[in-house]
């Protein structure tokens, strides 16, 4: 199984990673290492993945996986466990939890503070950067903006994610400056740019320690899944925890 290690400044105790397409045993269209239990996987697949990653990262629990909606809400993660929660960012504050979304051309954006007091991850597509996920679980995090570190996971690129005129509409209504994200192509439509508008949504919300971004989703078969690329395909996971004390 490979997995992508954020290269980023985090603190000794914060942990995360990005899973690939292999090393795992589903079957086609989900080849391999699917983690979606959403998308039509033998779940006995999918439990059998999961049981790898967890043994492969040394998870310090199983990770939380929620109901993705491409929506902004954040859920703080204690206790024990339960039912998988409509959510699109989980926050967690101590080692016994794993934060984790599920990707295939949507952006994955993990963040911590700088003192390792608490990590989030969040699921950003288009949608959930537009409606203000990243702001939302910038405040979740309960820290000055300024003491918090993101990284940008991998998406699809602006060379092959293309919208209409009403996605280019709905950012440009938030800030002006989200024209610099779009340009258009010869079909009269637009080439979108999550990375770079996720940028400038960080940088608004006052985190200005961005690393990672750039690579593309859709356009490396071998090393991602890509939902805009295939239909039906699995899931990547973008997980972040902090080490138990």
């Known amino acids: ?85 409509p959510a699109d960012a989980a926050v967690a504050r101590s080692g016994q939890h794993v934060c984790a979304v599920l990707v295939a051309d949507c952006l994955p954006v993990l963040l911590t503070t700088r003192q390792a007091t608490a990590v989030a991850a969040a699921h950003a597509g288009w949608r959930g950067l537009a409606a203000g996920v990243l702001e939302t679980c910038v405040r979740a995090l309960g820290e000055p903006p300024e003491e918090l570190l993101a990284w940008l996971g991998p998406a699809i690129g602006l060379a092959h994610f293309e919208v209409g005129a009403e996605v280019r509409t709905q950012f440009l209504a938030h ?19 999550l990375y770079a508008l996720a940028r400038q949504r960080l940088q608004a919300a006052g985190v200005t320690a961005v690393f990672g971004g750039g690579g593309c989703t859709y356009g490396d078969p071998v090393r991602f899944f890509s939902f805009r690329r295939d239909g039906q395909c699995g899931r990547m996971a973008a997980l972040i925890w902090l080490e138990p004390s």
């Open 1 to 85: 199984m490979e997995v992508i290690v954020p290269d980023w400044p985090a603190p000794a105790l914060v942990r995360a990673a990005v899973t690939l397409r292999s090393g795992g045993v589903s079957a086609a269209p989900f080849d391999s290492l699917n983690l979606g239990g959403h998308v039509g996987d033998a779940p006995l697949a999918v439990a059998e993945n999961r049981r790898r990653l967890r043994e492969q990262l040394r998870l310090p629990a199983e990770p939380t996986w929620l109901s993705q909606v491409h929506g902004t809400r954040v859920v703080t993660l204690q206790g024990l466990a339960g039912a998988a929660q």
């Open 175 to 193: 800030d002006a400056s989200a024209a610099s994200a779009f340009q258009e192509n010869e079909r009269g439509r637009w080439q979108c740019d």
